[in-house]
C-alpha cells in the first residue's frame, strides 16, 4: 500500500499576484498521486527573536507543528538583491529554534527559483541550499531555475507554457524519488 507522502510548501514571497506562488501551485496540481503539496503560509510570522525561544508566539508554534507534520519540504522563492527574501530567511530561522529542537531536521527538501528574469533566480537557490545544508534537509540535487517567468502564465494564474509544464512534472517525478530515498520510513 502507498502512502502520500505530505510535502509542506514554502513560498518566499507575500505579494497577491506573486509568480512564485503560481509556480507553486501549479506544482501542487500536477503533483504526482504519491504527493501531496500544500503551501504553509508565512507572512504572519512575527520576526524571529531568540528572547522568545521559551515560549515562543503562538503563530510561530503552529508554523513548526506544520513543518514537523510534514514528510518533506519544498521551497519556491524570487530573488531579492540576490539572495532570499527576508520573509522566507525569517520563516527557516522560526523553523529551526530553540537549538536541538529545528522543525527542518532531516526532511528532504528541494528548491525551486522563480524570476521574471533571465537566470532564474540562481542567486536565491543557491543562497537556500546553502542554509538547507546546516539545517541538515538533504536537498534534491537537481536544479529548477524558473526564468522569464513573467510570462509563463495567463490572466487567472494557470500555467501557458508545455515545456515548464513538462519540466516541472520531471521535476516533481525525481523529489518523489528523493523522498522516498531520504524521508522517515513510513510509521
Ligand atoms: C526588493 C527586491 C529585490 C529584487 N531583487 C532581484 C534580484 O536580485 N534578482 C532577480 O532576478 N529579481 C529581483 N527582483 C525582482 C523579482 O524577481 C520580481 O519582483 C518577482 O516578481 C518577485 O517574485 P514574486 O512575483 O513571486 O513576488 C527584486 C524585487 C524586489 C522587490
Not at 33 to 38: G, I, Y
Amino acid at each position: 500500500m502507498t502512502t502520500t507522502r505530505r510535502v509542506a510548501v514554502i513560498v518566499g514571497s507575500l505579494r497577491k499576484d506573486s509568480l512564485n506562488r503560481k509556480l507553486a501551485k501549479a506544482l501542487a496540481a500536477q503533483a504526482p498521486a504519491a504527493l501531496s503539496l500544500e503551501i504553509v503560509e508565512i507572512g504572519a510570522l512575527p520576526l524571529y527573536n531568540q528572547d522568545n525561544d521559551a515560549t515562543p508566539p503562538p503563530p510561530s508554534v503552529a508554523f513548526k507543528k506544520s513543518i514537523e507534520a510534514a514528510d518533506a519540504v519544498l521551497f519556491v522563492t524570487p530573488e531579492y538583491n540576490r539572495s532570499v527574501p527576508g520573509v522566507l530567511k525569517n520563516a527557516i530561522d522560526v523553523g529551526s529554534r530553540p537549538y536541538g529542537k529545528s522543525a527542518w531536521n532531516g526532511k528532504p527538501g528541494a528548491v525551486v527559483s522563480v524570476s521574471p528574469g533571465a537566470i532564474g533566480a540562481f542567486g536565491a537557490n543557491h543562497q537556500l541550499r546553502q542554509s538547507l545544508v546546516f539545517l541538515n534537509v538533504p536537498a534534491l540535487p537537481h536544479e529548477a531555475y524558473i526564468g522569464g517567468a513573467g510570462k509563463l502564465f495567463d490572466d487567472k494564474g494557470a500555467l501557458t507554457s508545455d515545456d515548464t509544464r513538462e519540466f516541472l512534472k520531471k521535476f516533481l517525478h525525481l523529489f518523489e524519488k528523493w523522498i522516498e530515498a531520504n524521508a522517515a520510513p513510513r510509521a
